[in-house]
Every structure is written in structure tokens, then in C-alpha cells.
Nanobody, 127 residues
Framework: QVQLAESGGGLVQAGDSLRLSCAASGRTFSNYAMGWFRQAPGKERESVAAINWGGSSTYYTDSVKGRFTISRDNAKNTVYLQMNSLKLEDTAVYYC????????????????????WGKGTLVTVSS
């Protein structure tokens, strides 16, 4: 089992920055590809960014490319999502997720490729 706990969400204005953190406990964190997903009201959960076990490869959904950065610190069992130039449409509950699959496979499968989920943290972007 892996337990994931997100933090760092909140209310910000459009154009602001926010950094989400996800602390992992349980099984060896470095064995997992990690991802951030989000779910806006009335919409399906979607993948936002993902990173491989070593932190050398990343994927991003098109809408956040150039604005968001995913990173991880395996010594601290933590994965981060730095979000810059936030837009109204970034408003959502953000979920941290872990997968034993490869990064590519995690990205291909999306929600279906996740083995462990955090409970989520709300990010609200206002105008």
C-alpha cells in the first residue's frame, strides 16, 4: 500500500502561481511513476502531468505545457506540481496518483493506469 497526501491548494487569482505537494508513505516511493490529475465540477478526471520513477522524463497535457512543472524528490518521498500563470480553467480538485506501470503506459491509460490515489486538494482560480 502507498498513502498519498496532497497539500498546497487554495484560492488564487488568475496569473498567480501555486505549488502543490504530495507526500507519499508506505511502499518504496521511487518504484512508482507519479502523476497529477484534476477534476473540475461536472467534468471527468483528467491527467495533467506525470513523471517517471527517476524524475528524468515527464509528460504534460497540452493545456498546461509551459505553465506547469512536475518534479519529485525521492529522498523526501514527495512529488510536486508547480503551477504558474494560472487560468480560470485550471480550477479543479487536483489529485496525486501513483502507478507501478511505466510512465508511457501511465500516460496512455490515464485514470485506468493508477494504482493509488490521494484524496485531492482544491485549487480555485478567480478573476
Amino acid at each position: 500500500q502507498v498513502q498519498l497526501a496532497e497539500s498546497g491548494g487554495g484560492l488564487v487569482q488568475a496569473g498567480d502561481s501555486l505549488r502543490l505537494s504530495c507526500a507519499a508513505s508506505g511502499r518504496t516511493f521511487s518504484n512508482y511513476a507519479m502523476g497529477w490529475f484534476r477534476q473540475a465540477p461536472g467534468k471527468e478526471r483528467e491527467s495533467v502531468a506525470a513523471i517517471n520513477w527517476g524524475g528524468s522524463s515527464t509528460y504534460y497535457t497540452d493545456s498546461v505545457k509551459g505553465r506547469f512543472t512536475i518534479s519529485r524528490d525521492n529522498a523526501k518521498n514527495t512529488v510536486y506540481l508547480q503551477m504558474n500563470s494560472l487560468k480560470l480553467e485550471d480550477t479543479a480538485v487536483y489529485y496525486c496518483a501513483g502507478s507501478l506501470r511505466t510512465l508511457r503506459r501511465l500516460w496512455e491509460l490515464g485514470v485506468g493506469g493508477i494504482d493509488y490515489w490521494g484524496k485531492g486538494t482544491l485549487v480555485t482560480v478567480s478573476s
